[in-house]
């Protein structure tokens, strides 16, 4: 990239474009930049995510996706995967099942040309509002649980710094759980594949049910193996 833009660049940045958060654990300050998406505390290690993070232009701006580029895929996923387990409080079936699937995401991915971003945070946040795999607390439970974990979703992906493209593009797949059938794009088939993967048992396997070719070699490894 030959220059920053001027919203990313801290020249232009006022004193308040620094500032500390309390550490959810611990409660010593920790000094944040405006544009830092996760920090560790001094105090006690905990990592976690910038609450108040604020890419500023990249919300609109059509050179986000270069210019956050600051943002590696990686680092994106760091940042699903906090984000996630911050949400899922401690749940670790579902954190664990939610690894489990993004760990096939990227084995896809070397292969596929899927949009990382996209396949990543969809996979991340498929389950979010269901009680599938363990019931959630009286608490959690909401009356309008699809519209609420839509709202949910969307806030994940804000504060993990996911573009204006990349969410719409996830919130699009979301809306289409339930009907993979209708589903031409290739990011929902890496989501749909690597789900599936991820609960494979060897007495339910059809490895043409798969829907991407390295979702099915996948499945026929694993076949093979038992
Ligand atoms: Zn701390």
Redesign the pocket.
């Known amino acids: 990239m030959a220059s920053r833009c001027p919203g990313q660049d801290t020249q232009f940045w006022g004193p308040g474009d620094i500032y500390s958060i309390d550490?959810p654990?611990?409660g010593?300050p920790v000094e944040f930049f405006k544009d830092d998406i996760r920090r560790r505390?001094k105090?006690?290690g905990?990592l976690f995510l910038n609450p108040k993070l604020d890419l500023g232009c990249s919300k609109w701006c059509q050179y986000a996706e270069q210019c956050v580029g600051a943002m590696s895929k990686e680092e994106f996923k760091e940042a699903i995967v906090l984000a996630i387990k911050d949400y899922l409080d401690g749940d670790k079936e579902r954190i664990n099942h939610c690894l489990t699937v993004l760990g096939f995401v990227e084995r896809i991915l070397e292969e596929e040309k899927g949009n990382p971003k996209v396949a990543i945070a969809a996979a991340a946040l498929y389950d979010i509002g269901t009680k599938a795999v363990g019931e959630k607390p009286e608490g959690r439970r909401r009356i309008e649980e699809e519209f609420d974990s839509f709202s949910e979703a969307r806030g994940i992906l804000d504060r993990s710094g996911a573009g204006k493209e990349v969410k719409e593009e996830v919130c699009r797949i979301l809306e289409k759980r339930e009907n993979f059938k209708s589903t031409d794009d290739l990011d929902s088939r890496i989501v749909h594949d690597a789900r599936r993967l991820a609960t494979l048992r060897v007495d339910f396997v059809a490895s043409s049910t798969f829907l991407t070719p390295t979702g099915r070699l996948i499945a026929e490894e694993f076949i093979s193996t038992k």
Request: glycine letters at 0%.
């Open positions: 550490c654990k611990c010593k505390c105090s006690c905990h």
